[in-house]
């Protein structure tokens, strides 16, 4: 498997126990710097396959995060690499303030204080949050503003790889276009998963297709969108009525 990807996976399968298989031999790469879309309808796998990235969920094959390979001992290395935004910030963000939770990685480890917090403020610089929200409870925050707490609370630690998970619920079309364009500032690959085509065509110009757990098309975006039998092939779109 070449190293010079961000991200690869070889023949990545995961069951739930006594609910079936949920992911089964899904293989791809990406590229450093590259945008991909991981779509599919509800229940597709692409939750499931996130998790298994990061080593939550034990899966079966492969997982690479540059040249790291995912397995017993690597499981912090692979993490600090390959950072998982969850689709619902609440999950995210825990601690009594803002500034407490983006500090927090650089903290565990083992960084001072004052490194750990100018650490906090470039990556709350680069993600948008205002500073004067640090000092904030997370519950105050807006949903676009606890979003990019969120961002700035894994983005700390300088991933090479941004797993996002529905990145746009909870958000307006304000909050949606503010995300889009943090997400295109940043220098790391992301793979977003995500419902929401609109967004997906800001930000991608691939897409991976999930149906049952199975990845069914490794595409360009734009031929997939302007291809509406397929879309609705995989569950990406309805049929209109007449």
């Given at each position: ?7 690869s996976i070889e023949n990545l399968s995961y069951s739930y126990p006594n609910a079936g298989t949920a992911i089964e031999n899904v293989s ?215």
């Amino acid at each position: 498997m070449a190293v010079t990807s961000a991200l690869s996976i070889e023949n990545l399968s995961y069951s739930y126990p006594n609910a079936g298989t949920a992911i089964e031999n899904v293989s791809f790469s990406i590229a450093s710097g590259e945008r991909v879309a991981l779509l599919g309808a509800n229940g597709a796998g692409k939750s499931t396959l996130l998790w298994c990235l990061v080593g939550v969920l034990p899966a079966q094959g492969r997982v690479w995060v540059g040249g790291t390979l995912l397995g017993h001992g690597t499981e912090r290395e692979i993490r600090r690499n390959l950072a998982l935004a969850f689709s619902e910030p609440d999950d995210q963000l825990f601690m009594l303030t803002v500034e407490r939770d983006v500090t927090f990685g650089p903290l565990a480890a083992g960084d001072d204080l004052e490194t750990a917090n100018e650490k906090a403020l470039r990556a709350a610089a680069e993600v948008g949050l205002r500073t004067e929200l640090m000092q904030r409870p997370p519950h105050e925050l807006s949903s676009g503003e606890k979003r990019r707490a969120a961002l700035a609370a894994i983005l700390v630690s300088g991933p090479k790889v941004l797993a996002l998970d529905e990145p746009t619920n909870s958000l307006d079309a304000p909050g949606r276009q503010a995300l889009a364009e943090t997400l295109a500032g940043l220098d790391c690959a992301q793979l977003i998963a995500t419902h929401d085509l609109g967004f997906a065509s800001q930000l991608c110009t691939r897409a991976l297709v999930m149906v049952e757990g199975r990845l069914v098309d490794d595409t360009d975006l734009s031929d997939l969108l302007a291809d509406r039998e397929r879309l609705i092939q995989y569950g990406l779109a309805t049929e209109s009525r007449a």
